[in-house]
Nanobody, 115 residues
Framework: QVQLVESGGGLVQPGGSLRLSCAAS????????MAWYCQAPGQQRKLVAS???????NYADSVKGRFTISRDNTKNTVYLKMNSLKPEDTAVYSC?????????WGQGTQVTVSS
């Protein structure tokens, strides 16, 4: 049974930083790409960043230079380090992978950027 469990969200002031974690179980983690998505109220879910099984990364233009995605295959965990946070980054952030053709999502973690 595949499970993705996020942690690390919270309330932060503009310009602050957070690191999100997503722990995966039930999959051969190192074999598969992972991604972070976000969804703000009233908006569609959108890709924030992805990382391949070879460590290659891809970012949405809005977060380039501010966010860093990484993975630790020894811990079956993918991270999203978010720096220089802006109010418009406020959203629920979810971890995602596709495993043998099936989509899996975590429950999401709320990130709120506000003074």
């Amino acid at each position: 049974q595949v499970q993705l469990v996020e942690s690390g969200g919270g309330l932060v002031q503009p310009g602050g930083s957070l690191r999100l974690s997503c722990a995966a179980s039930g999959i051969i983690f190192s074999f598969f790409p992972m991604a972070w998505y976000c969804q703000a109220p009233g908006q569609q879910r959108k890709l924030v960043a992805s990382i391949g099984n070879d460590g290659s990364t891809n970012y949405a233009d809005s977060v380039k230079g501010r966010f860093t995605i990484s993975r630790d295959n020894t811990k079956n965990t993918v991270y999203l380090k978010m720096n220089s946070l802006k109010p418009e980054d406020t959203a629920v952030y979810s971890c995602y992978t596709q495993y043998y053709g099936k989509d899996y999502w975590g429950q999401g973690t709320q990130v709120t950027v506000s003074s």
